[in-house]
């Protein structure tokens, strides 16, 4: 493919995820009935998408479709990567240009006069107009930093399987299969992928376990929790294990993991026996005794406002019912987790959310409901390279 059909095939699945259809089905869809399109077209026809999708505000305003939230989500996708192709320094001319079959159509003479550069702040950042004045609120000084960031490409990170590798020898077996890797400080397994990325996955250092897709701040959770050999562990809200497979990695451990969604554990056990490891699997609620975990993580469900860089449409569609309706089932979720945990055990709350709503509030309002005790909170900042997350770690009421 030429980068102008390229560029076509962009404009035409923004078109059908503008219409309702998630992102990722569309590229799947897409990727079926294409099979003309290589692997090198197919990643950057994924980039342009997800790119637009990052930057749906600023690029709708860049290429003349307005710079209201409501005109951004009624942007056409060629005006998204007509403006997207602005902010990238490159001319749209010498791609709009009718040349194939498969290039857009040239522009026309409203779209050839780019609009004024001058976005205000909120749009330049790509923040939803409503969120704003939250998200200034609990940032403070970190809002353009952190909203800066997170209209982005998100890195490649990996952990490497401290039951199969230290960190040098898993660098040194990606190398040997040209693929790229260096340490990253923010955990003490995490690796940050360069070139040859996109090769990790036919890699036999994936194959054989030696290392697990994590991004780096999911790591540091993990590495902050009060883990000791021998303990009960359970991983409430496990989703497809990722922090379950990197306690388990962490120390000796009888491990479960449990998601209301069976389905998102149904690769666990396959990964759990790539990476060499033991964890039980335990779907059903009714199967996690009361009391009878040293610790218990509870990842909850949220706006994921920390990770928009790798999922740009839950920025779109968050509204303040849905955040409403995830701030009642994070108190679910903390009521539940809190009832398996051991006299003189630990609750851990986790989320990858940048909002102060689901992360200090809720533990604030928990805490006053429940007699469990703040012993540590901590935010990991997407300025620093991996996603947001934010962490607390709770003591259950003493015993009278």
């Known amino acids: 493919m030429t980068p102008a059909a390229r560029v076509e095939a962009a404009i035409a699945l923004l078109d059908r995820i503008r219409g309702g259809v998630p992102a990722e089905q569309a590229l799947t869809n897409w990727g079926r009935a294409s ?3 290589g692997s090198g077209d197919r990643a950057a026809v994924r980039d342009h998408v997800f790119d637009a999708l990052r930057r749906r505000r600023s690029a709708a305003a860049l290429g003349g479709a307005g710079r209201d939230d409501s005109d951004a989500a ?9 403006g997207l192709l602005r902010q990238q320094g490159v001319d749209p001319a010498t791609v709009f240009g009718g040349a194939g079959r498969h290039a857009p159509a040239p522009l026309g003479p409203a779209e050839a006069a ?16 409503w969120l704003a004045p939250r998200l200034a609120a609990d940032l403070g000084a970190r809002f353009a930093p952190v909203l800066g960031i997170l209209r982005e490409r998100a890195g490649v990170f990996v952990r ?3 039951r199969r590798a230290a960190p040098a020898a898993a660098i040194a077996a990606l190398a040997a299969e040209g693929i790229a890797a260096r340490a990253h400080p923010l955990a003490p397994w995490a690796l940050e992928l360069g070139a040859g990325a996109a090769r990790l996955r036919l890699s036999r250092a994936y194959a054989e376990g030696l290392v697990e897709l994590q991004d780096a701040a999911s790591q540091a959770v993990v590495a902050a929790l009060p883990l ?60 996690l005794p009361a009391g009878g975990f040293d610790l218990v993580l509870a990842d909850a469900p949220c706006s994921g406002s920390g990770a928009w860089r790798r999922q740009p449409e839950a920025k779109w569609t968050l509204t303040d019912g849905r955040l409403a309706a995830l701030g009642a089932a994070q108190a679910e979720v903390l ?22 709503a689901e992360n200090e509030a809720a533990v604030a309002a928990f805490v006053a409901r429940s007699g469990f005790r703040l012993r540590e909170e901590r935010r990991f900042d997407p300025c620093a390279g991996g996603d947001g997350f934010y962490l607390a770690l709770l003591d259950p009421p003493a015993r009278a």
């Open 74 to 82: 009624d942007a056409p996708g060629r005006a998204l990567m007509l």
């Open 35 to 37: 099979r003309f399109a």
């Open 114 to 129: 780019p609009p004024a550069s001058n976005l205000p702040q909120n749009v330049a950042l790509d923040c939803p107009e």
């Open 335 to 356: 009521e539940a987790a809190a009832r398996r945990v051991a006299p003189g055990g630990v609750l851990a709350y986790a989320t990858c959310s940048i909002l102060r």
């Open 160 to 162: 490497v399987n401290a």
């Open 228 to 287: 000791g050999h021998g303990m009960r562990v359970l991983d409430f809200c496990a989703g497809g294990g990722g922090k379950t497979l990197a306690m388990a990695a962490q120390a000796d451990l009888t491990l479960v993991a449990h998601d209301r969604s069976a389905s998102r554990l149904r690769d666990l056990p396959v990964r759990a026996a790539r990476a060499g490891i033991a964890v039980e699997v335990r779907p059903d609620p009714r199967d």
